[in-house]
């Protein structure tokens, strides 16, 4: 299994980004992706989850109304759009993936994890 992360950059607050994590090696549809972030100094911390068939997702209350994942099944991507982003959302993002229905908000249950991709929200 492997999952590649990109559309890391640098952006001013109030701006956006959209992540992407492109898998392979697995019937992706069967896996929940999620992404985590870690900023210098903090524990990685759970950002947002989605369901692999009924597209099920779940917010941290940090991202809600905020942060939108989606996914494509039929090209094993998921993608990240991050609107209004804030000082605080500053962290190397990783997206993260495991089989069944579950998004566990621990990241010990995920097993495949991608390189993360640096998001930097200054002005």
């Known amino acids: 299994v492997q999952l590649q992360a990109s559309g890391g950059g640098l952006v001013q607050p109030g701006n956006s980004l959209r992540l992407s994590c492109a898998a392979s090696g697995l019937t992706f549809s069967y896996y929940v992706m999620v992404w985590f972030r870690q900023a210098p100094g903090k524990e990685r911390e759970f950002v947002v989850g989605?369901?692999?068939?009924?597209?099920?997702?779940y917010y941290a209350d940090s991202v809600k109304g905020r942060f939108t994942i989606s996914r494509d099944n039929a090209k094993n991507t998921c993608n990240l759009q991050m609107n209004s982003l804030k000082p605080e959302d500053t962290a190397v993002y990783y997206c993260?993936?495991?089989?069944?229905?579950?998004?566990?908000?621990?990241?010990?249950?995920?097993?495949?994890w991608g390189r993360g991709t640096q998001v930097t929200v200054s002005s």
């Open positions: 989605i369901s692999g068939n009924k597209g099920n997702t």
């Open positions: 993260a993936a495991r089989a069944g229905p579950s998004a566990p908000t621990t990241s010990s249950a995920y097993p495949y």
